[in-house]
């Protein structure tokens, strides 16, 4: 393997269809029209030198050191900042350019430190390059005039160091931090000689607005801005293509080496999901992965009580599976059961979910996206026929209106909220619709035209108001709907939503919505172009999240918003392969595909393909599972990679149902919360020491490449396989290729995915198959998936969780940038710096009233359960409404929320809790004591 | 806590967020037919027999006709 290297072509690529011919150095070169020069040349594998043009920011023509000349124009115009004409000819070296360029190079190094063969980017450094490339070998001015060689460096960020002398002000990274981010954290300072890169008001890194994404470490072009690993372990040699295992974004990366070190990542340029960019988790917070907690070695304990005991793989695997045959032959077939994780791959998912159907015979299997998307699946199935997002992230650089219903995509949705503000600061209009002022309702050249901040539970009755506006104001597009979708059944709802009570007049009162807010905001989506929705956990985690997700696609179905780029609906999926997960047929009702386990034609295809004979009704769910076990009926379960006992909710009762059950198997990096409850850890692999493949938000299937032994000795995909072959149902892949051709084999959405095709293409986006053979970026293009799109109708029922006098204000719970859910893997890196603790976010208001001060402690207590964390006073959140994250154990937000769930899928909701919130003096005893607890489960007997 | 009271507790609150949204898809039938199709497709056996034991024990409080009516027919 080598370094893989990108061609820097200088400029962005135009986007134009008008194509222009010229000549670069007596070469015929056709370009797109607006394509600079300089990009022109490259194309033909002419670089010419320049310092201040990199092509992920538009040129900005400062260092003078790409000049050209042009037949027929006076002067040496920059070739950055020169778009390309019909007929030009242009000449890239010439004796007067070569003199020229030496001018500027001399004048830069005189200011620069000379210490090449001891500086971080030694062997990566644009200046160094240049210099070589122009010919430099004097500088008549001397080093010893003024210069910057004693600023002062910035080590006060983690990840990377800011190293002032080394500066050419090439404001590169500005430009980075603008463009490709969005967060306008830096900005040059001073004045000509005395200019330097600033973060913010003169602020170290760390203080200022800098949200550590790492684009302007990237824009770099000298060591100035330098990876800290790098300035400690030296350049990388070799690297490997590979997918963020964060958030569903599935931002790719260069996974850079040096031997077994991962030296760094860096965003690559032709992951279609991110387009060279990242966030601070998948860039840098991969530490975890040699973190000195993670387990290594199998354990076993016979109860929960006694300390683990480290076993060989041998040991720990025939005990699970014995344990599981006891168990069945005991309590029944159905007493066990497994949970797949949206974390690993699609293959080692796959592979769980057929262990359950095959080894223990039963669809008792569910996966993590129960608790988040898995009412997505049940309304976009229910309307549009597929469990997915209908666009490409592509997609929203043609999008006119953006609506964004509960998500906080600046915060879980980094990279794709970046390439939203950039569409944004382009003119595209927006609506937020969230209880909470999330960042992008204001943040910098970015405001919303409408924040409609409802209620916490009133999703359903501001869609429905919204409906309610495009009908009755004649906003409708009837002629999409009379060629696309159910007429009859557009007709009862289209009657249903014009119902007097369901107009944002008469939803005010409940929904807390201005009404003539809410009818602008109708008025605009409807009529302002082309209108896309993105939408997260804030709609499905409720009582009512399918109706929610039926009533955003209803709305999208009546504006004509569904079936070509720029429009669409689109979830963004928490994590890296919730999408994934779910397609592998992780549900207890469905195979592979989203097919009912009581499609015998379904059925028939499996039980061949496995040789087993395959039960035609549904398994039970992970709070079915649980309830179960309380009820003394369900007694073991094979858990993979994921923290049920924390991020499930009602903690209390999570912890009851593992606690009746006789074998809880974990796998997993580290001794989660979970495996305080178990009686099998299996030592789990992480993303970089594993081949396999993840399915974005987007429906985008890429892969994931081992670019390190597995420190536990085997990726997760073998320890499953080596469990069901103890459990007697023989599996023999050799390589997780074979499991996709398996899949592709028996899944018709998946017919034309391999490990071939995905190496050739980059990525692909399900459905791949005879039809679609290099996938399928935009969906329900000509007609809906399930022929005709179905209107629902969506009445509101508001949620049994009400606020009372014992519980008035409303809890809701969200997530944080630096930190990833549970926290397993970010509360092990550096990230924790920038959140060290969950906070309860609560409005002046509710806090005077409570005499709650900022920064201390209070107790927050629902029917459920009590904890304590510290205030946050702030007015984001409404009066009335209180939020927290839940990315610390100690905190269990969990603790507090209950088990009402969506009626359709049972993800709960986390988004509602009913609670009270008091002075307090320090944790709460439960948390004393469940620190204890998890201590004492945490032992590991000495080896003997 | 009992068998009993944990079912109590889940399928009938579940039987019944199910109804209430199947109520307002159509008139009774359709809403019982709704709810006992959703019932079908998403419940394990071991779930609807155990609400239609709270049932016959009588101990079914609470439930809605349509949820009742639904998991009746699927007897
Ligand atoms: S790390 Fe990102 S946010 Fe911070 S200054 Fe650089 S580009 Fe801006
Ligand atoms: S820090 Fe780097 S990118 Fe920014 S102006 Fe200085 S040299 Fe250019
Ligand atoms: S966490 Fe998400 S946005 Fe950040 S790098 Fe990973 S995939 Fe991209
Ligand atoms: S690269 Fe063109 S002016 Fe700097």
């Known amino acids: ?944 | 806590m009992s068998s009993d009271e944990v079912h109590a507790t889940s399928v009938v609150p579940m039987a019944n967020q199910i109804a209430a949204f199947f109520v307002s898809q159509g008139n009774h039938d359709a809403a019982v037919a709704g709810t006992a199709d959703h019932i079908k497709a998403f419940w394990a056996p071991v779930m609807r027999r155990d609400l239609l034991a709270l049932i016959d024990a009588g101990q079914a409080d609470g439930l809605s006709d349509i949820a009742r009516d639904a998991i009746l027919q699927l007897r």
């Not at chain 1, 006789?662 to 099998?680: G, I, K, P, R, S």
């Open chain 1, 1 to 944: 393997m080598s370094l893989i290297q990108e061609t820097d072509y200088g400029t962005p690529a135009a986007r134009s269809d008008r194509m222009v011919r010229l000549t670069i150095d007596g070469v015929q070169v056709t370009v797109p029209e607006g394509t600079s020069v300089m990009r022109a040349a490259k194309e033909l594998g002419t670089t010419i030198p320049k310092l201040c043009a990199t092509d992920s920011v538009a040129a900005y023509g400062s260092c003078r050191l790409c000049l050209v000349e042009i037949e027929g124009r006076a002067g040496t115009p920059a070739s950055c900042t020169t778009p390309v004409s019909e007929g030009m000819s242009v000449s890239t070296q010439t004796p007067k350019l070569a003199k020229l360029r030496k001018g500027v190079m001399e004048l830069y190094i005189s200011d620069h430190p000379l210490d090449c063969l001891t500086c971080a980017a030694n062997g990566d450094c644009e200046l160094q390059d240049m210099a070589g490339a122009v010919g430099l070998r004097e500088v008549r001015f001397g080093y010893d005039g003024a210069n910057h060689l004693v600023a002062t460096k910035d080590e006060s960020n983690p990840y990377f160091t800011y190293d002032p002398s080394k500066c050419i002000v090439c404001s590169r990274c500005v430009r980075a931090c603008e463009e490709v981010q969005g967060t306008f954290a830096l900005t040059i300072a001073g004045r000509g000689f005395g200019s330097r890169v600033s973060p913010g008001q003169s602020e170290a890194f760390m203080t200022s607005e800098c949200v550590s994404c790492g684009a302007c470490v990237q824009a770099c072009p000298t060591a100035t801005l330098t990876e800290t690993r790098v300035i400690e372990i030296g350049q990388p040699e070799h690297s490997a293509v590979t997918t963020c295992a964060y958030c569903g974004v599935g931002c790719t990366f260069k996974a850079e080496m040096r031997g077994e070190d991962l030296v760094r990542m860096v965003p690559w340029k032709d992951g279609k999901a991110n387009r060279g960019h990242s966030c601070v988790k998948g860039r840098f917070a991969w530490g975890y992965a040699t973190h000195r907690e993670r387990v290594t070695e199998p354990m076993i304990r016979a109860s929960v009580s006694d300390p683990w005991r480290v076993v060989s793989w041998d040991e720990a695997i025939t005990h699970a599976a014995s344990e599981f045959k006891r168990i069945q032959a005991r309590y029944g077939r159905d007493s066990v059961g497994g949970i797949t994780s949206s974390r690993c791959t699609n293959e080692e998912t796959y592979l769980v979910q057929k262990l359950v159907r095959t080894g223990f015979g039963n669809h008792n299997v569910d996966t993590c996206a129960r608790v988040c998307h898995s009412p997505t699946g049940y309304g976009l199935k229910t309307t549009f026929g597929t469990s997915a997002g209908t666009q490409d992230f592509d997609s929203v650089e043609q999008t006119d209106v953006m609506v964004v219903i509960g998500a906080n995509p600046t915060d879980a949705h980094p990279v794709f909220a970046s390439r939203m503000k950039k569409r944004l600061r382009a003119g595209a209009r927006l609506i937020v619709i969230d209880p909470r002022r999330i960042d992008l309702v204001r943040s910098a050249h970015i405001e919303a035209d409408h924040h409609l901040a409802l209620r916490p539970g009133t999703n359903v009755a501001v869609l429905t108001a919204l409906a309610h506006v495009i009908v009755t104001e004649g906003l409708a597009d009837e002629a999409y709907v009379r060629e696309r979708c159910d007429l009859q059944a557009y007709a009862h709802w289209a009657e249903f939503v014009s119902l007097p009570q369901n107009s944002p007049e008469a939803t005010e009162a409940v929904t807390g919505v201005p009404a003539a807010d809410l009818r602008a905001a109708a008025r605009l989506y409807a009529t302002g172009g082309n209108g896309a929705i993105f939408y997260g956990l804030g709609v499905t985690e409720h009582s009512q999240g399918s109706t929610t997700v039926m009533a955003i696609a209803n709305l999208a179905m009546v504006t004509g918003n569904v079936g070509r780029p720029g429009v669409g609906v689109n979830p963004l999926r928490g994590q890296n392969n919730v999408q994934g997960a779910c397609d592998m047929g992780s549900f207890p009702h469905e195979f592979s595909g989203y097919r009912h386990v009581s499609d015998d034609g379904a059925r028939d295809l499996f039980e061949q393909a496995w040789g087993v004979s395959l039960g035609s009704e549904p398994g039970l769910r992970i709070p079915n599972m649980l309830d179960e076990a309380v009820a003394g009926h369900f007694k073991g379960i094979y858990i993979q990679g994921e923290d049920i006992l924390q991020s499930d909710p009602n903690t209390r009762h999570v912890a009851a149902g593992l606690a009746a059950m006789e074998c809880v198997v974990v796998q997993d990096l580290f001794l989660n919360e979970t495996a305080n409850y178990a009686h099998v850890f299996l030592p789990g692999s992480t993303f970089l020491e594993k081949d396999g493949t993840f399915t974005n938000a987007e429906r985008r299937i890429q892969r994931v490449r081992r670019v390190m032994r597995p420190r536990n000795g085997y990726a997760d995909w073998e320890v499953t396989q080596r469990l069901s072959n103890a459990l007697g149902y023989p599996m023999a892949y050799s390589h997780p290729s074979e499991i996709m051709d398996e899949i592709a084999r028996l899944t018709p959405s998946f017919a034309g995915v391999s490990f071939q095709r995905l190496d050739e293409l980059g990525s692909i986006q399900w459905p791949c198959n005879a039809a679609a053979p290099d996938g399928t970026p935009v969906m329900h293009i000509d007609h809906f998936v399930r022929g005709q799109g179905q209107f629902i109708i969506t009445e509101y029922v508001p949620t049994e969780e009400k606020v009372g006098p014992r519980y008035p204000l409303l809890l809701t719970t969200g997530r944080i940038l630096s930190q990833y859910n549970v926290g397993a893997q970010t509360r092990r890196t550096e990230n924790s710096r920038w959140h060290e603790e969950d906070v309860l976010e609560i409005h002046p208001h509710d806090a005077e009233e409570r005499g709650v001060r900022d920064g201390e402690w209070v107790r927050l207590k629902s029917r459920s359960g009590e904890t304590a964390l510290r205030a946050q006073i702030t007015d984001r959140v409404a009066p009335g409404v209180v939020y927290t994250t839940f990315h610390h154990p100690l905190t269990q937000a969990n603790v507090i929320t209950t088990d009402y769930s969506d009626w359709a899928t049972n993800c709960p909701e986390y988004k509602v809790t009913a609670v009270q919130v008091a002075r307090g003096n320090g944790p709460a005893d439960w948390q004393v004591e469940y620190s204890a607890q998890a201590r004492r489960s945490r032992r590991i007997e000495a080896a003997e």
